[in-house]
């Protein structure tokens, strides 16, 4: 049974960093891809940081790309995003989620590529 659970959020002002991270179980996790999205209220999921199963390649919203850093820890199974510089924009329930496909050739960026979301975190920026 796949199990994704997320830790890591908080309330912090706007230039502040935190770090989330997402524990996996249940399913071979240096095997397949993970993504961070995010969701506010009346609003759509969205896509925010991807990994490739390997962890030798990451995808970005434009809105985070300089900002957040996605990494695996295979042999933790663990998958962080660490996240810096953040705005208000920023506030939102992230959510962690496993890709669908084992070992897919390229990093996966679409809410319908991933599967076994977590319960998310929330993160709260005030200016």
């Known amino acids: 049974q796949v199990q994704l659970v997320e830790s890591g959020g908080g309330s912090v002002q706007a230039g502040a960093s935190l770090k989330l991270a997402c524990s996996a179980s249940?399913?071979?996790?240096?095997?397949?891809?993970m993504g961070w999205f995010r969701q506010t209220a009346g609003k759509e999921r969205e896509f925010v940081a991807a990994?490739?199963?390997?962890?030798?390649?990451?995808k970005y919203a434009n809105s985070v790309e300089g900002r957040f850093t996605i990494s695996k820890d295979s042999a933790g199974n663990t998958v962080y995003l660490q996240m810096n510089d953040l705005k208000p924009e920023d506030t939102a329930l992230y959510y962690c989620?496993?890709?669908?496909?084992?070992?897919?050739?390229?990093?996966?960026?679409?809410?319908?590529?991933?599967?076994?979301w977590g319960q998310g975190t929330r993160v709260t920026v005030t200016a």
């Open positions: 249940g399913f071979p996790f240096s095997q397949f891809a």
């Open positions: 989620a496993k890709d669908r496909q084992r070992r897919r050739s390229f990093t996966p960026t679409r809410n319908g590529d991933f599967q076994s």
């Open positions: 990994v490739k199963w390997s962890g030798d390649s990451t």
